[in-house]
């Protein structure tokens, strides 16, 4: 075994939101070696997550947002950005490093529901991050992070500002957006286009067209493309604009837009309860 991993398993990792990504994240670190005693999961109680859990042997790593915000060493936020406020109850003594995977919330949000100790990470799709074909990126930047993505099999792209994060959150979208145009010529002017205001859409360009899936048929490609893009999330953001004739350069102008977006919502929804407190 490798010896980070042998250093990684004197703590606990936790993973809070066992959607599509919640599930890749806990099959990358298991398959990379991180024993299963030390892996604790989270989920809302999805009789179909628990049984896709329990044939990956992981049943016994469940346990409820408490116990995993007080044991695990660092804790994983896969959920839906509109969920985060939700766990603010569960995080309150927790002393573990938070990394929050929510498009759109800013790390002010963050800090003001978790506390200090809480970052934000960015990782591309499911299906790459589980065949060890993923990037990922993060804000500030963490050692302890850095190792964990390294030994999943994940790409650090570096960022130099959060706002980064939200061209970063649109650009890990190519692979359902470069499905749906299927034109190469088109892809690559687009992609000069855009570069020149976001040149990281450049390099996650590249990394795209490399982790582009094969398929069987035409319905599989769609209910991959479909299975991406969550409802009013960022790939969804996306591909709607394709669908209504845009150029690839303005459907990811408008992914970015719906990362700013959701964190006004996010505020929002937080203002709106402390009124409610009061």
Known sequence: MNNEWELLNTD???????????????????????KKENL???????????????????????AKNE???????IVLLTVKPQDIPSLKES??????LIASCAAGVPL??????????????????????????????????NEALKRLFCLMGLNLI???????LDVFTAGVCLTAALL????????????EKIGLEYPLLKQLYVWAKDALP???????????????ATKGGVTDAIITSLERGAPLEEALKRGIARTEEISLEIKNSLAAGKSRAT
């Open 40 to 62: 604790l999961i989270s989920h809302r109680g999805n009789p179909q997550t628990y049984q896709k859990l329990e044939a990956q042997g992981l049943a016994s790593c469940l």
């Open 91 to 96: 995080a309150l003594s927790s002393r573990a």
């Open 67 to 73: 116990r995993v915000f007080s044991e695990a060493k």
């Open 12 to 34: 606990k990792i936790g993973i809070v939101g066992c959607g599509h990504l919640g599930e890749a994240v806990a099959k990358a670190l298991v398959g990379g070696g991180l």
């Open 158 to 164: 570096k960022i130099r500002a959060e706002h980064d």
């Open 180 to 191: 749906k145009t299927e034109s190469p010529s088109e892809e690559g002017r687009a992609i």
């Open 214 to 228: 094969e398929f069987e048929n035409k319905t599989a490609k769609e209910e991959y493309i479909a299975k991406m």
């Open 108 to 141: 002010e949000t963050l800090e003001e529901i978790f506390g200090e100790n809480v970052l934000r990470i960015m990782l591309s799709g499911p299906d790459t991050v589980a065949d060890g074909r993923g990037v990922a990126a993060m804000y500030p930047e």
